[in-house]
């Protein structure tokens, strides 16, 4: 019926009669809030703001400090406390070589950091990152491999064993969830069969499954360290404008073995989170990445928009798109808001 049978603002009218017919319903505990944890900086926020001589003033960017062991437990705790789902861990070495050994030492800070968290907080959930360009000297996320007269490129299948050997690493210092997020050929089968194999099957993988060669990770780098020396991760990583590409990889991965698929970045890729899930079925994440949170920080910083309202609308409509879990810094400004009922 239309028009004036039909009003569709009937239901619009009051905030008790739209809470009702809320379509979309966001929780703290479908976020997850990233944490890096520093050998080199303990407790320190990163040094360079990201907009030093902006017209209104340094960007500071809390969610990237790097933290020390007994400073990511205290936020840990915080983020436990508000009800946040889980925690993921990036790891800042102090030492870095061509292989990046330290992503797979017993006594390496995301090892030692998965000790700490369990013993203090034994009921939270952590995930933690699975890759090596933090722990490269050359900051790409694999050993390399020499190409004729062209610079080294990444070596596939040698950097498979030890992707492996990190999440196995992970599992064993405690970590509920590893997530891979190398973007091998291969490496999801090949880190389940290590798992397996080292008494862990029942650990569950996170698979980086779309991870898109995107403008929006530059924060990142700067907070974890790892960006590439040379080059770029164009070979390894998706082509933004790749969509059929994106389905395929993700059904390739919960092939091999993927408990949960994750869409990286989010906000230009809801298309893609809505077809990750209706094509496969399983869980789906998207990371609200570093420079789509400097993005909302800056714009409130200068006026322009409401940071709080706006965080609210963007993870709604991720969740809306189909993400089962946002990975996001904003996860325990959003999760106080919730809390708050706002």
Known sequence: ??????RMRRLRESAGLRGLVRETELRPGRLVLP???????????????????GPFGALTLPALDRLSISAL???AHEAQELGVGAVMLFGVPSHKDAEGSGAWDEEGI???????LGQAL?????????CLCEYTDHGHCGVLRENGSGPPGVDNDATLELLARVAVSHARAGADVVAPSDMMDGRVGAIRAELDGEGFAGTPILAYAAKFASAFYGPFRDAAGSAPAFGDRRSYQLDPANGREALREAALDAAEGADMLMVKPALAYGDLIAAVKRETGLP???????????MVRAAAQAGQLEEGAAVAEILTSLHRAGADVVITYHALEAARAMAAGR
């Not at 019926?1 to 039909?6: H, L, N």
């Open 73 to 75: 437990v205290e936020r």
């Open 122 to 130: 034994p009921e939270l959930t952590v995930m933690t990152d699975v």
């Open 35 to 53: 944490l890096f944890v520093s050998e080199a900086e303990p407790a320190a926020r990163l040094a360079a703001p990201l907009l030093p001589d």
């Open 110 to 116: 995301v090892q030692l950091a998965l000790r700490a």
């Open 284 to 294: 789906v994440a998207a990371y609200n990445v570093s420079g789509e949170y400097a």
């Open 1 to 6: 019926m239309a028009f004036p049978k039909t």
